[in-house]
């Protein structure tokens, strides 16, 4: 055990350790009981001339849904379904009317033109105990339906026999979907461990439960919430971001101390200021469209991994205690904002980073597995050649102040990044990495996972759509042709520049 430390992960109980490790979890920490979750829906009918859209517009209210709408939301298994129905007066009423009779809680319902004239297809997003309960709602359905297949369901498990090939575990198609995972609760930060700084503190108790609160409550789109921290807390800040200031000077990446400097000028970086979650997702927003939003904690590596795929990362907001600034036993703001934030402003970091998300949506448990080992052997620690060195990029070296010495020294074994081999390494969790992965540059490292993710068994292909903020899954020849149409007019334009140059 390190009497100084500042790294995630440290010094968790036996208990903890457990639940790390066998969840796989990257490294999130809830601080409040999981709200229970209700039932919503969104309704999205664009198709104003259509016979459909004129019932629709009366048909569509909130969903009455036979399911008690207080079900613990981790009980139950997200489920999509795709269906398409023939424009015919009635139609829609008769889809919805028997989705209403359905003994699940719909999430959302989403429809579009369809593949040919006078189809429309829908999508519909719901939450089920067991796989009989997509089984009935398929079945049932299917009657009033041209085509009906579930896209995905479950959080992994075994597919059922009713799902058909194409079926993989339930992913987030929207950025809004994210706002399911707010609710996911693998551990409560408000249950302190009884090691941890601040457990017989009722006071810091009290001002984590207020933080979380308003991660809770936070949904995509709206302005993530500013939190005005105490002196103690900004003394606390400050004293870790001076030390660490020391030590990034000849260990960090050169993106790193490039980035930096920005965020000084654009986000309020100092040692004297907290920066604001909000000033910094809007920053990194414009530099590569990575955003940030709050999380009260610990998240699965699917859900956090999922959320990568949107070019969204979550982060706390609270900070730890003072009593020892330069130790924290979990995530918290120093760890996010001085480890974590500086690199997704780079665009191969954060198309790099964007990569495991893609390749984890949908991915099999075993995948997940492999695909958050990536990420914790690179994001979090991971290094990289750059001139005749070797300099840190892992937010858990870069936010630590003993390890960032130790992973440049002599003690431990580095070798080249090669996902398929990081892939399958196996770490500590409280203790210092004995191998460490170098990647030859972020181009390099995005290019390798890439080309790992494409080898990985998913029965689908992907892209994310940065206009409408969705997943496509690219399982239809109009929209092949659509994206053919739009690489070309991108390669015509680019060509057109490489002219002017
Ligand atoms: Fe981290």
């Keep these: 055990m390190h009497p100084v430390l500042s790294r995630v992960s440290h010094r968790l109980t036996p208990a903890k350790t457990r639940l790390l490790l066998s969840t796989n979890t990257i490294g999130r920490f809830y601080t409040t009981p999981a709200k229970k979750y209700g039932a919503y829906i969104l309704p999205h009918i664009p198709h104003k001339h259509s016979t459909i859209n004129n019932h629709a517009a009366t048909t569509l209210r909130p969903f009455a849904s036979a399911s008690d709408p207080t079900k613990d939301i981790q009980g139950s298994q997200n489920t999509t379904i795709y269906f398409t129905i023939v424009d015919r007066v009635g139609a829609l009423e008769e889809v919805l009317g028997r989705l209403a009779e359905l003994d699940v809680s719909l999430t959302s319902i989403e429809s579009r033109p ?37 896209v995905s369901t479950g959080g992994g498990s075994t597919p059922g026999d009713l799902v058909e090939q194409r079926q993989s575990a339930w992913f987030p198609r929207r950025k809004q979907d994210l706002d399911l995972f707010a609710e996911r609760v693998l551990s409560y930060g408000a249950e302190l461990d009884s ?83 909000e000033d910094i997702s809007r920053f990194l927003k ?24 949107f070019r969204v ?10 009593s020892n600034p330069f130790y924290t036993p979990e995530p918290d703001v120093c760890h996010e904002l001085l480890g974590h934030v500086p690199l997704f402003a780079d665009p191969d970091f954060a198309d ?8 984890s949506l949908g991915a099999s448990e ?33 936010s630590s102040f003993g ?8 003690k431990p074994q580095r ?17 210092y990495q004995p191998i460490y992965f170098v990647a030859d540059s972020f181009k390099v490292m995005k290019e390798q996972v890439r080309s790992y993710a494409n080898r990985l068994s998913r029965p689908f292909s992907l892209r994310y759509n940065a206009y409408t903020e969705t997943i496509e899954v690219l399982d239809e020849k109009e929209r092949l042709i659509r994206m053919a149409n739009n690489i070309r007019g991108d390669l015509s334009r680019l060509a057109e520049a490489i002219e002017y140059i």
């Excluded at 530099?287 to 795929?309: W, Y």
């Excluded at 990362?313 to 003072?322: E, K, L």
């Excluded at 990289?384 to 870069?398: I, R, S």
């Excluded at 390890?403 to 002599?410: F, G, I, N, P, V």
């Design 114 to 150: 369809g593949r040919h004239a006078g189809l429309y297809d829908f999508y519909i997003d719901f939450l089920a105990s067991e796989d009989k309960q997509v089984a009935h709602a398929v079945t049932k359905l299917a009657k009033h339906v041209k085509e009906i297949r579930v």
């Design 195 to 277: 090691d941890h700084p601040g457990f017989t503190d009722d006071t810091y108790r009290a001002r984590r439960a207020a933080i979380t609160k308003l991660a809770r409550e936070y949904r995509t789109g709206m302005p993530l919430a500013r939190i005005v921290y105490t002196a103690e807390e900004i003394a606390t800040w400050g004293q870790v971001y001076q030390k660490l200031e020391e030590l990034h000077f000849d260990k960090a990446c050169r993106e790193y101390q490039y980035i930096k400097p920005l965020l000084v000028a654009n986000c309020g970086y100092g040692p004297d200021n907290i920066p604001q979650l």
């Design 286 to 309: 414009e530099c590569t469209g990575f955003t940030l939003r709050p999380v009260m904690g610990l998240l699965s590596s699917r859900d956090f991994l999922n959320a990568l795929a």
């Design 313 to 322: 990362f979550f982060s706390t907001q609270y900070i730890r205690h003072s």
């Design 352 to 359: 790099f980073s964007q990569e495991i998300g893609l390749a």
């Design 366 to 398: 075993e995948d997940i597995k492999k695909l958050a080992t990536i990420y914790w052997f690179t994001v979090e620690f991971g290094l990289c050649k750059q001139g005749n060195g070797v300099k840190a990029f892992g937010a858990g070296l870069l």
């Design 403 to 410: 390890e960032l010495d130790y992973c440049l020294s002599d």
């Design 415 to 431: 070798v080249r990044f090669d996902p398929e081999k990081a892939a399958v390494q196996d770490y500590p969790i409280t203790e």
